[in-house]
């Protein structure tokens, strides 16, 4: 069941959280199948023992009444029939075929994999991804982080994360770490930094969240007009020259366009345009650009709003300028455990923009491997030659998190064959051909690979805390069954492999590279093939860690000083460690004078010159903020709060606060709109209208509303609670660039019920 520590007589298992991406290590202890109590794990190498609220209470999760442990088949009235796991997988091994067989592999448009913690069993679906030929796949990342990942790619080629447990300054765009963390300990960092005179918070938002109101310096925007701020900030810096030119001449190149039009911006009239003083704007940029140490981290609040890709631009100009990079309390780029976006299994695509790829109908970019989520119905709702004809999900619900969920359901309709993996029978799978149910995050051994930190960086293997529930499966023994019917590899290779693994592991390392060596296609279905050769030899239950002895051995070779470094001479040490130490190891260890090292440019220097951006914050002397005359509110759809969470929590109770997710106005608008403190609201977009309960707050603005995220999911005791945000984005608002959705910028109205 995995390993634990006696307190007081008692068992506890370790694993970890699975609402965000720090994975904070918890440690959890049963009663029968509940989960009787969730505590942080003081062993785990980044979290120190710290947990917010949310993972007490991850038995909603576990336990709830949602759960599926049936395969089931959509009959030809619409309904669903139960159905055995071997009936499943040969009749979606055939329709797959088929569906290969007459349209070819990349008419499969595979989306997920890796949600709720689980990306473990992604590795395992990029090796069907491989075995069927798919060129299309896309995930969560798409409507978030892509910008952002394209310009880190012309930067620098890799990710950046700030030291903020040292920082003297830190800066905060776009984002509420009080509420969505994302940097680990975030809220007692966050106290420690409020209460030191020394230091400096900085936070630009339209709201006054959590974090902001802790913040030395609160840059509240009107909504829209953060690419305004950022820029003034940034023209401070320059005509002041408040640069650092030591470090620009030492670790950049092209540096020159961009503080060209820096110079010229009229720092006051922007200041005008988003509704900060200018005053306080030069404060903020004076401060960042004198401190010892400064770190930035954008989020959402930017990236899924107008401007989002030259925002990530301006974000990283901000720390680039003042050479607040490679120290103690500044930014750096890190080592990766495995990679979360990427080229897909059949095809390529780099994140510096040197190859572009675009998709086959509307000729979206595609950055980082991902097709932008907001063309996906459009590849699909079309009489397009080259539309997708079928769809695997996994492990995600993108049928309620994709903007415009009515047009991602009538893209469902349209697929010829679409499958979906979860834990429930989601408002995705709902709509889907074949529903397979899985285990669950707690009932398999499972790791995330949102490893982002520096200059020590962990990674955690999770054992099981329970069996998993009869007629579930874990996603690698999903894929086996699927690639075994597809016929995907030799079984004489396996039985030759197998034979390797049984003899020993130098033996099998050897003939295992060997044989991938002599056929690169191999690749693509290695953790499929590791599966069967070495996992044969392990016990059945950890039988899906096979695939983390390749990524180890890749890890070892990807960063061989650093991974010795940290104590493992090389990818079999690396991989024993990991499979033996539960609540987390350190993988790389570093100092701080290797952090160039993962500067994936050959002079190891910046690449700062990027002609689009730069015409982009040219062009922002001209342009006016977005605005829609018969929506005259901005809505943000999606808010982090205290009682809210990914969709895996779909059961209302876990809610001790909020359980509707109210909709937040300001006293303002309110008193305007004729609306008072729980009543209730019509709020209409472009795209739909709801119905949500009133939350008068002077943390929005006047014109500024918001949603949470979380909710309108449905429920068998419960039914549907709270808005669905997705209901009413629209597909048309996007980022030019990246595709992202402004879904932190939806026009809307609204009117007392």
Excluded at 680 to 700: K, P, Y
Aim: glycine share 8%.
């Amino acid at each position: 069941m995995g390993a634990h520590n006696e307190v007081s007589g008692e068992q506890w298992h370790p694993s970890a959280c699975i609402l965000c991406e720090c994975n904070c290590g918890i440690e959890i202890q049963l009663d029968g199948r509940r989960f009787a109590r969730v505590r942080g794990d003081k062993r785990h190498p980044s979290s120190a023992g710290y947990t917010c609220e949310k993972p007490l209470r991850l038995d909603h999760y576990q336990n709830g009444r949602h759960r599926l442990t049936t395969p089931l088949r959509r009959r030809a009235d619409g309904e669903y029939e139960e159905i055995d796991w071997d009936t499943a997988i040969d009749e979606i091994a055939a329709r797959l075929s088929q569906v290969r067989a007459t349209y070819g592999g990349d008419k499969i448009f595979f989306y997920g994999g890796g949600g709720q913690g689980n990306h473990l069993g992604a590795v395992y679906n990029r090796a069907l991804q491989a075995a069927l030929g798919v060129r299309y796949f896309s995930n969560a990342l798409a409507q978030e982080k892509t910008g952002e990942m394209w310009v880190d790619g012309k930067l620098y080629g890799g990710h950046t994360k700030g030291d903020f447990e040292h920082a003297e300054v830190v800066v905060f765009v776009g984002k509420n770490p009080w509420q969505s963390h994302s940097f680990p300990r975030a809220r007692p960092t966050l106290r420690e930094i409020a209460k030191d005179a020394a230091r400096t918070m900085i936070v630009l938002d339209p709201r006054r969240s959590e974090t902001a109101a802790m913040a030395d310096i609160h840059l509240q925007v009107r909504p829209g007009t953060d690419a305004w701020c950022l820029a003034a900030m940034l023209a401070v810096i320059v005509q002041e020259d408040l640069v650092d030119h030591g470090f620009l001449a030492a670790h950049t190149t092209g540096t020159e366009p961009a503080r060209a039009v820096l110079a010229e911006v009229p720092i006051d009239t922007y200041a005008q345009r988003c509704g900060v003083s200018g005053e306080l704007i030069k404060t903020a940029a004076r401060r960042i650009a004198t401190a010892g140490s400064a770190a930035v981290y954008e989020d959402l609040g930017v990236q899924q709003g107008p401007h989002s890709t030259l925002m990530s631009y301006l974000d990283k100009l901000l720390w680039i300028l003042t050479g607040n990079f490679g120290k103690p309390g500044a930014m750096f780029v890190h080592s990766t455990f495995a990679a979360i976006a990427g080229a897909s299994a059949g095809g390529s695509g780099r994140s510096d923009g040197t190859r572009v790829r675009c998709t086959p109908v509307t000729g979206a970019r595609i950055i980082s491997g991902l097709v932008p989520c907001n063309s996906i119905a459009e590849e699909i709702v079309t009489d397009h030659a080259d539309r997708f004809r079928a769809m695997w999900i996994d492990s995600a619900n993108p049928a309620h998190s994709l903007t415009d969920s009515e047009s991602f359901r009538r893209a469902m309709r349209a697929l010829e064959l679409t499958v979906v993996v979860d834990v429930a029978f989601t408002e995705t799978a709902r709509h889907a051909d074949y529903v397979l149910p899985a285990a669950s995050q707690f009932e398999k051994w499972e790791m995330t690979f949102f490893n982002t930190e520096f200059p020590r960086n962990a990674v955690q293997l999770r054992p099981p805390v329970l069996d998993p529930l009869p007629g579930t499966l874990p996603e690698p023994e999903i894929y086996a069954r699927l690639l075994r019917a597809l016929r995907a590899v030799d079984p004489r290779l396996i039985a030759d492999l197998t034979a390797a693994a049984k003899t020993g592991r130098q033996e099998f390392t050897t003939a295992f590279f060997a044989a991938v060596g002599a056929d690169a296609a191999l690749l693509g279905v290695a953790p499929y093939l590791l599966y069967e050769t070495l996992g044969a030899t392990m016990p059945e239950r950890q039988r899906g860690t096979a695939a983390v002895w390749g990524l180890a051995q890749l890890c070892a070779m990807a960063y061989p000083d650093a991974v010795r470094r940290a104590g493992h001479p090389d990818g079999n040490a690396l991989f024993d460690a990991i499979i033996n130490t539960p609540w987390g190891v350190t993988f790389t260890a570093d100092s701080w004078e290797d952090v160039w090292t993962y500067v994936k440019r050959p002079d190891r220097r910046f690449t700062v010159d990027i002609p689009e951006l730069t015409e982009q914050l040219r062009g922002l002397r001209s342009a006016e903020p977005f605005s829609d005359g018969e929506y005259p509110l901005v809505l943000s759809a999606g808010e982090r709060r205290a009682f809210t969470a990914n969709t895996i929590y779909r059961d209302p109770t876990w809610r001790r606060r909020d359980p509707a997710g109210a909709l937040r106005i300001s006293p303002e608008d309110a008193q305007r709109l004729g609306l008072h403190d729980g009543g209730l609201a019509r709020v209409t977009t472009a795209a739909g209208t709801a119905q949500a309960v009133v939350e008068i707050t002077d943390m929005m603005q006047p014109g500024h509303i918001s949603l949470p995220n979380g909710l309108g999911v449905d429920h068998p005791d419960h039914g549907r609670v709270g808005v669905a945000p997705n209901e009413l984005t629209s597909l048309e608002l996007r980022d030019a660039f990246a595709g992202t959705p402004w879904h932190k910028h939806v026009p809307a109205r609204v009117e007392a019920v």
